[in-house]
């Protein structure tokens, strides 16, 4: 497959990137509409001799993952909403014991059973911590199928160099959709970990723990991780933008609902309207300064997701009262079209553009 | 005389009452229900004894049975 | 330029393979493609749809709703897709199983009686190819022999011995729009 | 002429969405049977699982709860203890309830909850597409076990009914089959019995129902019916593993 | 009891008061520190003739009530913080078929096993959303065990008016702690359920449900949803005040903290700064509009939490960059005392107030 | 003059967390005499539970994970998976393994997935102040059954050996005690032998250890060693479940 | 007014009920309190201790970093918490178990056998009762009458037979400090 | 001449050795340890049969046994 373009599922894609950064383990359970992942590594983890396991429940899987992680070894699981949801303890451990490992959520429409289609309802307890305490997931959010490849291999390495969960936060479309993607030839960075548990043999041994009795300790802990979260912030912002040097009207907008607003932005333009893009790749690190610094030359700025709302507040977190921020957003697996984000484009620009 | 009763539009042409009945007159038509389905019916209806079995193993409850 | 397909039909008529042809064609031919299906468990039994794009340029929403292209292999994707398709687009008709009139007037609708052809063909599961020729056809969107090596790449190994019936089917799906 | 077969009333008269030859149909129409025949249409309360039968609240026409994935019993017996003089019932597949949800199916089982459990086993999860379930067979081929169930990676098929058969709290359990008419029979008279012995107050009742998922095992309906005879009662020996009385 | 004064710790508190509530049901499972609370219920709720029952986990109680809620009783659960990681998939469900219940979290220090001493780290997690979906709790956040009766009563009758899941979010020292409390004789509020499921003798079947196939529909139930969370948000928004009309620093502390912070407030003042607190009693809806006006008057806020920050997020929504927003946290248990919250305050009032 | 007893090397030489009395030590160290008589030490990994083993890591010298409540023995899956040639075992309290954890430690059993787990069953939650367990006897009081475990309510006591038996994945499975020394020395092989059929390759193993929680029982910890014989032993008896060779 | 409390000591010395006599005394004399337990596993064979804040006005922080008086009835509390006091405050030792001088000297320290009283009266667990007399003779938090009320309230019915036995304890600490 | 050795600072005092010792040898101590409990000793050592009994009933591994 390398060099080569292949067209592939954002699902099977995932596959076989984290195949290719060297995941040498995968435990999940099956659900809508992430199940390609699972049933595309089933075929090949074991081809490469490489462990598949299927396990009785989500949770059961995260705290696969989590033994496994505290190995050493690189680990993914994968899952939707619901699913994911059955995880926030297990993940909060795993950020608690700062095991490295990547956790794939491919976002249906909530909340409870809901539906299997696309959305983007899950922002919030990717970035925000759905489970207890204060810790931080990375999360990455891509907006293509060859995103979805770049950034899980980009997934493994962060977590390694942090020892910290990423989050790879997709949703239906993106999980569904083919496109062509290059597989291209690199070495996984590999970082030794001393801290893993291997049995001791030559050393002291090793703990992997999250559990500290004594609150000095704790808090001591919680110093430590809030210092790297905040290394993270400095460090690893990503994002990207289109037309938006000279846009008035700035859309922000993440994974496959940056792609409909892309088109959307080009509508605008070939109507008159001074519209760009800001796309966040990292959804934590959120590309705070960017934002900021890009709304000093809009005149407004607008968030559109797949929610009621929930990145919107990192926006206007980060533009801080200096321009209005206005959302739009669809729900519950339904997508807006480009026309219906133009038409957004066009009533924000019509309210604060032309005074 | 023994007879059944095929709700036409519910029939999903799965042909298990085909295959259960003893008599071995259910058959698939030819045309197609709402549903898009081949839907089931019975040739020679003189020979059915009422047994019922075709609606016991029908798992969209098609068969209405009269004896 | 950018053409926008949905290809639309029963969940066994092969809508999705279909679609996935068409992009790996795109791509072949040096085209940004995307393709999109519909999914879920109401497609058991019931209707199912993909949508593709084939554009010189990076691909934006891979979400259309105004196709300039439409395929509707059953009459529930008619009713349901007509309605969207781009003035001056193009309607693709499987006559074979649709027996009412498009009702748009401001684009080229086209009937094919594809499962008929197929059926003559042999095998009533390669309407999605008759219905691929005939688009190709039409659109000049692909080369037929890039059709034949994306034949290869989709059909698995074992699979390899029905290329020549699937090339037949897209033949003579293009033969009969080109009448 | 008299009708001797017809739709009982508690079953909606409407299109099922199972594809076609799925046995969960004729399951449904049995439970909807016992209830009828049980009279208890107006206090029964049914809870949905997460699998193909998730939409089991439109087919029965009784009151329904739908649960999370595997937590049926759970909800249940929320359900009994605010309401103790009402039947209560779980539908559940055999991803739901052996594997996600095996936790609360035991402690409701040793609880000794005062519900009934219909147990689908079609050895798939059904409704995500065909992925390997706990009670799979050796060597099944499914969307997560491309080769085959690898026992030593996967582990053994789950009989859950021998396993639940060992806790005291457990009135009644039994094992059928839907494959062919005269199983069927045997199975409605388990499921009234998994019912009655709610009803009167004794306990636990459970029927596991060997049932058939003609879509994801790549089987025309009428070969379904016969893999469950060659393949999967083998493994799963039909029977009552538990019935009133040895309670102790 | 009646009338009378009575020193209660704060779990158990909460647990008479489910009962005064009409609360029937209760089904937890143990942890620390909220186990006085099973511990209390599981003596009371028998001699009331109403239900314990101690659940095989915190999934299993939070299905549980699920299940019961349904039926259209009263109904509890409790649990710390990764009892409630756990529940986080059965809250989505509950808030996704809007089933009224009670869930408390009485908070201690995380992330992962973390510690047992109290903390206020999962406020993200109950305000945000945990689970997946757009979906919020109302959330009440009592500073005192009179409080914790209080509100307790008040979460049942919201959750039925409201058809919502309520948490009541305390902490370990709240829990832990004894103080005098009454108990009013008061009726509690009836609200027909003619949507529960109890047999559908008399009427069409009901049922209780979070699947909507359809995405339009489940787009409906959550515009749905959004609305009735504004209506929240518009009627029931609750806080407290103390000193703030004339503060130049406004402190914003909830829970236990804000009763330290209260302390330092009057520290301050005895030093000459005109120092106050605005203390949120509701955390959702919060009371955006309350901070928004008194930061109007202040120099600078500064928020105080157990925590590494969370609700300051909404602070900074709240004033919208209108004003400087501080932050000032412990974490893993350790509590600041009034002595170091003062000096926050100074060391604000030296930034801010001197100018 | 020789030695004849004295702490196993890989015993950590602190004092434990442990009420005084509390036969969790005893477990401890024969835990570290067998991983010691073994030879395994440096490619043994424990996982601890939460309940009062949660500071286990502390006192026995190997590497250790410390699990969430309940979930050892998927975290022991995952290490095991990651490293098939190291020795792998869980500790865990009754109501880590036989009530948040019972899927886990189900489906780890079911899978035969190659781990030793050591099951220390002492009827009550140690950790969080004695709150009735899961394996709490029929009319023992506890901080949440205060009149004493009414069975019709809250159900039947546990029997985790006795259900599990019936797992095929399952090599060894024994219940043992440590309220006197010649249970302490049945003990030790027994554990012995759950190591064993690890190291082996032969399937799972566990031990289901029969322990005093004098503290939170109210007993002094003699009287709580001659409880064990008096009220646990006659309802969870002592003896092998399964043994290698029985597996299929 | 406000007076806030810490009693310290090991696990089994009864210092969680003394603070809640205390809180419960304040009570009755119509004060507002607040007690607040240390709490935790660790408490098991260690060290337990908790915060009581008596006052006229409504109390704001129930943690204290600068208690008005402090009772320590083993060695470890002594060494935790003397430091703490608040200057001019008092500080009560058991000096059955602690055989060390206070080192502070801007507090009023008060040594008290409280063990060896107890012992005496035939019962060691009625420690914490001795050190409550003592407490209350120094501090006049609360009258002897109110303790009496209080027992009544916080033992359970069929403990009422001890009352006589703390209350002779609370009598014996009350008089040894008035020595 | 068998004997045992008690680490005194690690006893908790509960009584376990002194309750199994066949030789009932073992008593708790006046004096109090490190941890504040009455420790374990042995009064009359020559009647100790260094059975090791004691050592292997001690959850605190207080006990080595010579023989
Ligand atoms: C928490 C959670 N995990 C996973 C799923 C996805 N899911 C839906 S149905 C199902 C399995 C159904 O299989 P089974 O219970 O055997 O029922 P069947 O469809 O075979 O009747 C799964 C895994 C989900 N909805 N929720
Ligand atoms: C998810 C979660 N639920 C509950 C707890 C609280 N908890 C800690 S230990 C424990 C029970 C321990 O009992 P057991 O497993 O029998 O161990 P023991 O202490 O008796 O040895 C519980 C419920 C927790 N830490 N995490
Ligand atoms: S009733 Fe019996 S004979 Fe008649 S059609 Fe049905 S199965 Fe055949
Ligand atoms: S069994 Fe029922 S659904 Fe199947 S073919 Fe016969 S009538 Fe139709
Ligand atoms: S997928 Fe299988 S179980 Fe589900 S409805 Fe179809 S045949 Fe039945
Ligand atoms: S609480 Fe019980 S189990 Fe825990 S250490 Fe103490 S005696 Fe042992
Ligand atoms: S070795 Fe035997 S005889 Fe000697 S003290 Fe120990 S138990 Fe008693
Ligand atoms: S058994 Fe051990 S801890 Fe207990 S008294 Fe004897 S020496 Fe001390
Ligand atoms: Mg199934
Ligand atoms: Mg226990």
């Known amino acids: 497959m390398l060099g080569e373009k292949v067209l592939m599922k954002g699902n099977e894609a995932i596959g076989e990137a984290a195949i290719r950064a060297g995941c040498q383990l995968y435990f999940a359970y099956p659900i809508t509409p992430q199940s390609e992942l699972p049933q595309y590594l089933a075929r090949r983890m074991p081809e490469e001799g490489r462990v598949f396991l299927q396990a009785e429940s989500e949770i ?50 909530g909340p409870g059973l809901g539906g299997i289609q696309p959305a983007q309802s899950d922002y919030f307890q990717a970035t925000k911590g759905g489970g207890h305490g204060d810790y931080r997931l990375i999360v990455l959010a891509p907006a293509s199928v060859q995103e979805m490849v770049d950034l899980t291999i980009l997934a493994f390495d962060l977590a390694d160099q942090y020892r910290n ?53 704790l808090e001591e802990h919680n110093w430590h991780l809030q210092a790297k979260y905040r290394e993270i912030a400095e460090k690893e912002v990503r994002y990207d933008t289109y037309r938006s040097e000279d846009a008035e009207v700035l859309v922000v907008a993440y994974g496959i609902t940056a792609r409909i607003a892309r088109t959307a932005v080009d509508m605008a333009r070939a109507q008159g309207i001074a519209a760009g893009l800001l796309r966040p790749i990292t959804l934590f690190p959120f590309p705070t300064e960017a934002i900021a610094q890009a709304a000093e030359g809009a005149k407004a700025l607008l968030t559109v997701e797949l929610s009621a709302g929930q990145m919107v507040e990192d926006v206007r977190l980060a533009v801080n009262g200096k321009r209005p921020v206005y959302f739009y957003g669809r729900t519950g697996g339904m997508m807006p079209t480009p026309e219906e984000i133009c038409r957004e484009i066009v009533k924000v620009a019509g309210k604060e553009v032309a005074e | 005389m023994p007879k059944v009763e095929f709700n036409v539009d519910r029939c999903k042409g799965c042909e298990l009452c085909a295959v259960f009945c003893p008599q071995k007159i259910i058959k698939l ?39 | ?26 791509m072949l031919e040096g085209k940004q493609v995307s393709w999109m299906p519909s999914y879920g468990p109401e497609m058991r039994g019931g209707t199912a749809n993909c949508t593709v794009v084939i554009s010189d340029e990076e691909i934006g929403s891979p979400v259309v709703s105004q196709p300039s292209c439409v395929i509707a292999l059953n009459l529930p994707s008619l009713d349901k897709f007509e309605p ?68 290869k ?26 009448a | 002429m008299k009708v001797v077969f017809e739709r009982p009333r508690a079953l909606s008269d409407v299109t099922t969405h199972y594809c076609p030859g799925c046995t969960h149909g004729i399951i449904h129409r049995l439970v909807a049977e016992v209830i009828d025949e049980l009279g208890i249409l107006e206090r029964t309360i049914g809870v949905a699982p997460v699998g193909c039968a998730v939409l089991a609240y439109n087919y029965l026409e009784c009151d329904w709860q739908q649960a999370a994935h595997g ?18 019932f779980t539908y559940q597949g055999d991803g739901d309830l052996a594997s996600i949800g095996t936790a609360e199916i035991v402690h409701a089982a040793n609880r000794g909850e005062r519900i009934t459990v219909i147990y689908v086993n079609n ?43 060992t806790l005291p709290g457990v009135s009644y359990l039994a094992r059928v089959a839907v494959n062919k008419p005269a199983n069927i029979m045997k199975a409605k008279k388990a499921i009234k019995q998994a019912f009655m012995v709610q009803i009167d107050d004794l306990g636990f009742g459970m029927v596991e129902i060997l049932s058939t998922c003609p879509t994801n095992w790549g089987l025309q309906p009428a070969k379904a019916m016969e893999w469950v005879d060659e393949k999967m009662i083998p493994y799963y020996p039909l029977g009552e593993f538990k019935v009133p009385g040895e309670v102790k």
Not at chain 1, 188 to 217: C, F, M, Q
Not at chain 2, 52 to 64: E, M
Not at chain 4, 76 to 85: E, H, Q, S
Request: with cysteine; net charge positive; proline share 6%.
């Open chain 4, 123 to 165: 050895a798939i999860y059904g409704m995500t597409g065909g992925q390997m379930a706990p009670t799979t067979l050796e060597g099944q081929v499914t969307a997560t076990s491309p080769r085959g169930r690898d026992i030593k990676q996967a582990g053994h098929p789950m009989r859950m009914a021998e396993m639940l058969a």
């Open chain 3, 1 to 26: 330029m950018k053409q926008e397909f949905i290809i639309a039909g029963f969940g066994g008529q092969g809508v999705l393979l279909l679609g996935q042809m068409l992009a790996y064609a795109g």
């Open chain 1, 60 to 109: 059961a899987a995260i705290n696969m993952v989590y033994g496994a992680a505290g190995t050493g070894a690189r680990v993914m699981t994968s899952s939707s909403s619901p699913g994911i949801s059955l995880k926030q303890e297990g993940i909060s451990y795993i950020a608690g014991a700062e095991l490295p490992c990547v956790i794939v959520n491919i976002v249906r429409g």
């Open chain 4, 71 to 88: 937590r049926a019993p759970a909800v249940a017996t929320g359900i009994k203890r605010a309401l103790p003089d009402r039947v209560v």
């Open chain 1, 165 to 217: 969960p990423v989050m790879i936060l997709g949703d239906g479309v993106l999980g569904q959709m083919m496109e062509p993607v290059e597989f291209k030839d690199f070495e996984p960075v590999k970082i030794p970990k001393p801290w893993a548990t291997t049995g001791r043999k030559g050393r002291e041994k090793n703990i992997i723990n999250s559990l500290y009795l004594d609150p000095t300790k």
């Open chain 3, 84 to 151: 969207m398709v781009k003035p001056g687009g193009l309607l693709l008709i499987n006559s074979s199983l649709v027996d009412r009139e498009p009702r748009r007037d401001d684009i080229k609708a086209v009937a094919l009686p594809a499962t008929e052809i197929a059926s003559e063909l042999g095998n009533i599961r390669v309407t999605n190819m008759v219905a691929l020729g005939a688009l190709v056809q039409l659109t000049g969107i692909a080369s037929f022999s890039t059709l034949e090596e994306v034949l």
């Open chain 3, 153 to 178: 790449k989709v059909l698995p190994e074992h699979r390899h011995s029905l290329i020549p019936l699937n090339l037949q089917a897209i033949q003579r799906g293009a033969q009969e729009v080109k």
């Open chain 2, 29 to 67: 038509s030819e045309g197609i229900n709402k549903l898009g389905y081949h839907p089931a019916t019975v040739k020679e209806m003189e020979k059915c004894t009422g047994c019922a079995i075709c609606a016991r193993v029908c798992p969209d409850c098609v068969i209405k049975v009269y004896k």
